[in-house]
């Protein structure tokens, strides 16, 4: 396993790559100051109402979206994709997953991709490693000597140089005694409101976790709309998509955090990111 010492190579001729995630601009950014769109619940693919997708991990990724957040549950022991529960939507295995993602890692050289994984069942921490190891996704994983702060993340020419390219977080439950490279996500970001309605879209306030301060932190803005059907049940909008994520509606959420804290959200996070302008406002709130 490897952490965030570089080679003596990659530290004396600096970032090795031509373009970083698509662009030469963004290979002496540092990774939190960087904008990602993220495809919400990445691996629940279908027309559902309970898919967050139209397109496979595969797909989101040649696409160009670089941050993929996904649920996990127990089923019968093991790390299975699923949806709220396996009943409602299974997407098979935590190994089938990452190995889909090791792939594409493997074939695309000079590019950092974000994980961010839910454990709302406590499943053990070893198990999701044990599913790195075994993809051989581990080889690629980020992992700091010690906790960062905002201004300490290396940037994306040092991460591609050095092969640590893969960074890793999840909400609850992780353990980074036993498993390093899976961060906890509450140390490092700030979201705001979950699972968000038409009533309270286009806002930029704390949620998770509760009394944070912004300081500090980066941030993930949550900008994939609901539709509650009953009273606290909620399921996708797709029909919706393409103006939930069109320019003008990203950047109405982001103006406002711009106006809130300073700064862009570091994560912009989507449903069905196929649909609108999903790569375009990412270039654009990069500066490309």
């Excluded at 690629?140 to 960074?167: C, H, K």
């Excluded at 980066?218 to 069109?246: G, K, R, Y």
């Excluded at 196929?274 to 654009?284: F, L, P, R």
């Amino acid at each position: 396993m490897r952490g965030i010492a570089f080679s003596a190579l990659a530290l004396a001729a600096g970032s090795l790559a031509a373009d970083c995630n698509g662009h030469a601009e963004l290979c002496d950014r540092v990774y939190s100051d960087v904008t990602f769109v993220g495809a919400h619940n990445s691996p629940f693919v279908g027309i559902g109402p309970s898919d967050n997708q139209f397109t496979t991990p595969t797909d989101q990724l040649n696409q160009g979206v670089r941050f993929l957040q996904a649920q996990t549950q127990d089923k019968d022991g093991a790390v299975e994709m699923c949806h709220t529960s396996c009943i409602l939507e299974d997407a098979g295995t935590l190994e089938s997953y990452l190995g889909e993602i090791k792939t594409w890692v493997d074939g695309n050289p000079n590019e950092v991709v974000t994980l961010l994984i839910t454990n709302p069942d406590a499943i053990d921490i070893t198990k999701f490693g044990d599913a790195f190891t075994s993809t051989g996704l581990e080889t690629y994983v980020f992992t700091p000597d010690t906790q960062l702060a905002l201004n300490e993340w290396p940037t994306l020419g040092d991460m591609i140089s050095s092969g640590n390219r893969v960074v890793v977080f999840m909400d609850y439950n992780m353990d980074i005694s036993k498993v390093p490279y899976i961060l906890d996500e509450f140390i490092y970001y700030f979201e705001t409101p979950f699972s968000p309605t038409e009533d309270n879209f286009v806002q930029c306030n704390i949620d998770r976790p509760a009394g944070a301060s912004a300081d500090g932190r980066m941030f993930l803005a949550n900008h994939n709309l609901n539709i509650e059907i009953l009273p606290d049940v909620l399921i996708p909008a797709p029909l919706e998509a393409s103006d939930t994520n069109s320019i003008a509606s990203i950047t109405a959420q982001t103006d406002i955090c711009k106006q809130n804290y300073g700064r862009y959200p570091n994560v912009v996070l989507l449903d069905f990111v196929s649909q609108g302008d999903t790569i375009a406002v990412q270039n654009q709130l990069n500066g490309l």
